[in-house]
C-alpha cells in the first residue's frame, strides 16, 4: 500500500547537477521524516539525507552537506534532492525512504552514475 517512486536520475558528468524527485502514496506523507539513502555497486546502503517533516530541519551526511539538499513539498507528497558539484564517488542507487534504517520502507531507487 505505501508507494515510493523514485525518479530523475541519469548520467551526469563530474561537477554536474541533477534533482531526484519521490512520488509517495498510500500514507499521510506530510506527518513522515522522510530520508534518501544510496547505495553503490558491492557496499553497503548508505545514508544521505533526511528532511523533518514539516520541511524545516534538514541533515545531511558529511559526504554531501553543502553539495545536496533535500526539500519536500507536502501538498504534492512529494520528496526532492537537488545534487550538484556531483563526484563521480556519488554514482549510486538513490533511494527514497520513510525510516533509512528499515530496507523495507525503501522505494524502488533511481540509478545516479557520474563519468566523463
Known amino acids: 500500500e505505501v508507494q515510493l517512486v523514485e525518479s530523475g536520475g541519469g548520467l551526469v558528468q563530474p561537477g554536474g547537477s541533477l534533482r531526484l524527485s519521490c512520488a509517495a502514496s498510500g500514507f499521510t506523507f506530510g506527518t513522515y521524516d522522510m530520508s534518501w539513502v544510496r547505495q553503490a555497486p558491492g557496499k553497503g546502503p548508505e545514508w544521505v539525507s533526511t528532511?523533518?517533516?514539516?520541511?524545516?530541519?534538514?541533515y545531511y551526511a558529511d559526504s554531501v552537506k553543502d553539495r545536496f539538499t533535500i526539500s519536500r513539498d507536502n501538498a504534492k507528497n512529494t520528496l526532492y534532492l537537488q545534487m550538484n558539484s556531483l563526484k563521480s564517488e556519488d554514482t549510486a542507487m538513490y533511494y527514497c525512504a520513510t525510516n533509512p534504517r528499515d530496507l523495507t520502507s525503501w522505494g524502488q531507487g533511481t540509478q545516479v552514475t557520474v563519468s566523463s
Open positions: 528532511i523533518r517533516s514539516g520541511g524545516g530541519t534538514t
